[in-house]
């Protein structure tokens, strides 16, 4: 039997800023996938369309200050920028769709189809992320992932505690 406080706890190990930042993505997918089926239902979206378009630039912000800097700075490889260059442009048409979304009527047909193409290319980035930006973080030797998961929650506390 292991007692609370009594040492013969597994240590925590702690999240490193990869798990940090899928946890984020599985949330989105979450609501992408409420939208869906609320829209089916001919049930109210506009909560979850408000939620998902927060949860994404917040996400947007993580990466583009924090996550996406650390791995320029600790890569050596010229393709890597490359890669990079390609993440930025991704996440750009994604602001810019959530843009027009905010900006468009709640009720209208016009949204809910650009809120359908956004969550196909927050679909897209986040496999690709998955596939090929997550791995190569993580063969970057100068690069610390569980000091940039500090980071990068403090960060997202900072945001929270504005809203």
């Given at each position: 039997?292991?007692?609370?406080?009594?040492?013969?706890?597994?240590?925590?190990?702690?999240?490193?800023?990869?798990?940090?930042?899928?946890?984020?993505?599985?949330?989105?997918?979450?609501?992408?996938?409420?939208?869906?089926?609320?829209?089916?239902?001919?049930?109210?979206?506009?909560?979850?369309?408000?939620?998902?378009?927060?949860?994404?630039?917040?996400?947007?912000?993580?990466?583009?200050?924090?996550?996406?800097?650390?791995?320029?700075?600790?890569?050596?490889?010229?393709?890597?920028?490359?890669?990079?260059?390609?993440?930025?442009?991704?996440?750009?048409?994604?602001?810019?769709?959530?843009?027009r979304i905010e900006h468009a009527d709640t009720d209208s047909v016009e949204r809910d189809a650009q809120f359908?193409?956004?969550?196909?290319?927050?679909?897209?980035?986040?496999?690709?992320?998955?596939?090929?930006?997550?791995?190569?973080?993580?063969?970057?030797?100068?690069?610390?992932?569980?000091?940039?998961?500090?980071?990068?929650?403090?960060?997202?506390?900072?945001?929270?505690?504005?809203?």
């Open positions: 039997m292991i007692v609370a406080g009594s040492g013969n706890e597994a240590p925590r190990r702690e999240l490193d800023a990869i798990e940090v930042l899928m946890q984020d993505q599985r949330e989105v997918e979450c609501l992408l996938r409420e939208f869906e089926y609320l829209h089916t239902r001919r049930e109210e979206t506009d909560g979850v369309v408000k939620t998902t378009c927060a949860e994404l630039k917040m996400h947007d912000t993580l990466s583009t200050e924090i996550f996406l800097p650390a791995i320029e700075e600790a890569a050596c490889e010229p393709g890597l920028a490359n890669m990079l260059a390609a993440v930025e442009d991704a996440q750009q048409d994604i602001r810019d769709l959530i843009a359908r193409v956004l969550a196909q290319h927050v679909e897209r980035q986040f496999h690709d992320a998955e596939t090929q930006v997550f791995p190569q973080a993580k063969k970057l030797e100068r690069l610390d992932l569980v000091s940039l998961a500090d980071r990068i929650k403090a960060r997202k506390s900072e945001m929270l505690a504005q809203i």
